[in-house]
């Protein structure tokens, strides 16, 4: 899909319906802009409370502390950088 939209004085615009209707976009939601060389790329923001119990974690990791997590995980980059 291309859709074409005109920026204002004050650098706003507004997302043409088409392009809101495909990405499920509402009032309040949050858009992500990313900038690849000439082009800036419009993602919404994903609600990772959405995301939730979409990852099972092994039993025996179950409830490590997120400090331990990262412990473990600078540990192990720093093995695998040697």
């Known amino acids: 899909m291309e859709a074409s939209a005109r920026l204002t ?4 615009v507004t997302i043409p319906k088409a392009v809101r209707d495909a990405l499920d976009l509402h009032a309040g939601d949050e858009l992500v802009f990313r900038v690849e060389r000439k ?3 419009v993602a919404k923001t994903p609600d990772f409370l959405d995301l939730a119990g979409a990852v099972s974690v092994p039993e025996g990791k179950r409830g490590t502390s997120w400090d331990e997590v990262l412990r473990q995980t600078r540990r192990v980059r ?5």
Do not use: I, T, W, Y
Request: proline share 0%; net charge positive.
């Open 9 to 12: 004085s004050k650098g706003q």
């Open 78 to 82: 720093g093995e695998q950088r040697r």
């Open 39 to 41: 082009r800036a790329v």
